[in-house]
């Protein structure tokens, strides 16, 4: 589904990706784990499309296509969703507006009609049953005044209702408590399936104890620096990232 | 030349217009005491009006253009100016929507204007435009069973004399301001509003208003009062953009609101606002204000502003009565090279009168946006409060929000709060939606209505909607 090959990219004169390459295909569920600053973060926002990263070198192919020629909406349409780190507010935008709008670009750019507005209401609530929302967030502004862990939560709620094919949730379990870390992973765990990719962006081994990985990438200085199954992540856990930067230069 | 020609050459300035029996012609550019004559003839005023406008004109010739105002333009000259330009004969409008600019039409269509009113609005002739005397007629029986007396305001100059004499300049006197003096002195017409005691309007007064007076020329006159306990909702304007030739528009708006009465006059203003460098667009100086006379009245204002090169316009309250309230809620929207210097007044006189401004200001372009607001409590005001919130919101780097809060509080009981903020749309709020599919123009329209949520709110249901869309079209482009 996703191949990133060799991709370099940078962010105002500083080089962040170094000449990255990874693999993901349908069904599988990827963590990326890594240092501050090792380019986690980038990585996320070049797959969505964010102009303020470079691409200065490599390739990224998604579904046998060029992603890099894409607009970001072109991207979401297609069916990748990223999970931000840091969800911004939108005030006065009603957050039902958005995520209706937001599953009506992609109905139209399948061909489809609008969403019904009584089945659109009905799914949401179901899905934010599932992620113990209450329903009064639906007629709030866009993540306005929510908490760390609302904010959270609501980027899962947008991720279920646009059922994305490549969904990157980039650093979506920092700053929860275990109970919100919990709903959080039970909507990811939910969202598994044979057709669709997850990238889970994560500094802490803790979420990868809800929702299991298949493989896990270790990222030090813009490049991948050791792959391996869900062990790596626990063995990262108990040496620390310095382990793994002296492997890269050993 | 015969001695006759030559007479009507001397006397041309006094006599044009209404010696020659032609209804369709307009007076020569410039002003003196016989084109207000002239114009007062043309309409079979009566005498007390022509007096009453002949005063105004000597008022303005001691007057001196305003230019306290954060805006930019080139001298006007007053005398190039017609001040009674007929109606455009049906010769030179087009004869149907298929000979009208399909630019305009392409806006109507995405403003959502009902089919049945496009042809109007693009200065169809009027032969062709169907059904629309009959619906005005509907109306104005249903009105007639209530007592409600809506119609022009030259009807109600020679139909309603008494209440016009004796409300017409009660809010707005004639030397209050320079514009609002010629306004005096040379209104063209334009719409009177009566509701009896008690009486609850049936109908907004807008659906009317659109489809028939929609072109009540440049120096609008509009005359509301509503008497003890009435309740009215008046819409002016209009959110498709309206063809006109002159360029200096000043307009008067009275509101009176007697014991227990309450008037919601909502505005939607679409003039042209030129090209993107400016060239052409109308300048708006209008002076706009209502007068909460009585007791536990209530005045409320809310306006959508997007076209127009220029805009002067304060939508003030005085709260004479006790317990009054006034409300004032604005969406200015500025793209390109348009200015707007608008804001409101609220004079607080009664005890425990109350005031609300939500002002919402948006500036693209190279665009200047200025709020100016004045909050006054007199010393006999006890117990008076205000809340002010004045929001702009910036697009691009070329474009200025400004803000001007004036306040003069004698009574120390009075309460006044004053919240201002300035934001940008945010790169990181439009890649947020964007990620989610929503293309860049989209994006920045679902923000801007985001940000004015609080002011279309108080607009009438269906007008919200035509609002929104508004706004999108006037922020086409200001984004990429």
Redesign the interface.
């Known amino acids: 589904m996703l191949e990133v090959i060799n991709l370099k990219s940078r962010v105002g004169d500083t080089e962040i990706l170094r000449g990255l390459s990874l693999s993901v295909n349908a069904g599988e569920v990827h963590a990326i784990m890594g240092p501050n600053g090792s380019g986690k973060s980038t990585l996320a926002q070049v797959i ?3 102009d ?1 990263y470079v691409v200065t070198g490599g390739e990224v192919i998604y579904k046998g296509n060029n992603l890099l020629d894409l ?3 072109e ?3 297609e069916g990748i ?2 999970g ?1 780190q840091y ?2 507010e ?5 957050n039902a ?2 995520l209706k ?2 599953v009506n ?2 109905r139209k ?1 399948q061909g489809l009609g609008d969403v019904d507005a009584f089945e659109f209401l009905k799914l949401a609530r179901e899905k934010m049953a599932v992620l113990g929302m209450d329903p009064k967030f639906l007629n709030r ?2 993540n306005e005044g929510f908490s760390g862990g609302e904010k959270k939560r609501n980027e899962i709620l ?1 991720m279920a209702m ?1 059922e994305p094919s490549l969904a990157i949730l980039d650093e979506t379990d920092s700053g929860l408590d275990i109970d919100a870390l919990k709903a959080v992973a039970e909507g990811v765990n939910k969202l598994r399936h044979p057709d669709r990719a997850i990238v889970l962006v994560t500094h802490y081994q803790r979420m990868l104890d809800y929702v299991e990985p298949d493989f896990v990438h270790v990222l030090s200085e813009g490049k991948i620096v050791r792959s391996g199954d869900k062990t790596l992540a626990l063995e990262l856990e108990e040496k620390g990232y310095e382990w793994v930067r002296e492997a890269a230069n050993g | 030349m015969t001695s006759e020609n030559i007479e009507s050459l001397v006397n041309r300035r006094y006599e044009h217009g209404f010696v020659t029996d032609i209804a369709t012609e307009s007076l020569p550019p410039g002003l003196d005491e016989g084109v207000v004559r002239a114009i007062s003839a043309r309409k079979n005023e009566p005498e007390f009006m022509l007096e009453w406008r002949l005063q105004a004109y000597r008022q303005w010739l001691e007057m001196r253009e305003p230019k306290w105002a954060h805006v930019h333009y080139p001298p006007i000259d007053f005398n190039s100016i017609s001040y009674y330009a007929a109606p455009i004969s049906d010769d030179d409008r087009p004869k149907s929507l298929d000979e009208v600019d399909p630019k305009l039409l392409e806006t109507y269509e995405k403003l959502g204007i009902p089919l049945h009113e496009r042809a109007k609005l693009a200065g169809v002739a009027v032969d062709a435009v169907f059904d629309s005397v009959s619906v005005a007629t509907t109306f104005k029986e249903k009105l007639f069973e209530v007592g409600v007396i809506f119609c022009s305001f030259s009807e109600a100059v020679r139909e309603h004399s008494d209440l016009v004499q004796k409300y017409l300049g009660s809010v707005v006197p004639r030397r209050d301001n320079f514009y609002a003096a010629l306004n005096s002195a040379v209104f063209s017409d334009g719409s009177f509003v009566y509701i009896p005691k008690g009486v609850r309007c049936p109908m907004e007064l807008s659906t009317y208003f659109r489809i028939n007076a929609a072109n009540t020329g440049q120096f609008e006159r509009t005359l509301i009062i509503a008497d003890e306990g009435s309740h009215v909702s008046y819409l002016e304007g209009c959110t498709a953009p309206m063809r006109d030739e002159n360029q200096l528009h000043a307009a008067v708006v009275e509101l009176i609101a007697l014991e227990g009465a309450e008037i919601k006059y909502s505005t939607v203003q679409n003039w042209y606002p030129g090209d993107e460098n400016g060239v052409g667009g109308i300048y708006n100086f209008v002076t706009k204000r209502g007068d909460c006379r009585g007791d536990n009245s209530k005045i409320s204002w809310t306006q959508v502003e997007t076209g127009s090169a220029i805009t002067w316009k304060y939508p003030s309250c005085i709260l004479r009565g006790d317990n009054s309230v006034g409300e004032f809620y604005s969406v200015a929207v500025v793209n390109n090279m348009q200015q707007a210097d608008t804001g409101t007044k609220m004079i607080h006189i009664g005890a425990n009168t109350r005031s609300t401004i939500v002002s919402k200001g948006i500036s693209a372009g190279r665009a200047q946006n200025v709020y100016r607001g004045l909050v006054k409590v007199m010393p006999q005001a006890h117990g008076a409060r205000n809340h002010t919130q004045c929001d702009s919101l910036l697009i691009g780097k070329e474009c200025g929000a400004h803000t001007f809060p004036y306040m003069e509080i004698k009574n120390p009981s009075a309460k006044i709060e004053h919240e201002a903020t300035t934001s940008k749309i ?4 439009l ?10 123009e ?1 994006a920045v329209n ?2 801007v ?6 002011v279309f709110k108080e607009l009438p249901m269906e007008f919200a909607v035509e609002a929104q869309a508004l706004l999108n079209v006037s922020l086409e482009g200001a984004v990429g």
Do not use: T
Not at chain 2, 449 to 454: A, K, L, T
């Open positions: 969505a499309g964010n303020d607009k970001p909406e991207r979401a349409r969703f990223l931000f969800p911004v939108i005030p006065g935008v009603n507006y958005l709008a937001a670009a992609k750019h502004g866009v947008q646009l | 945010s790169a990181d709020q890649f947020y939606c964007r990620q989610r599919g929503i293309s860049e989209d679902l923000i209505n985001g940000f004015c949520r609080e």
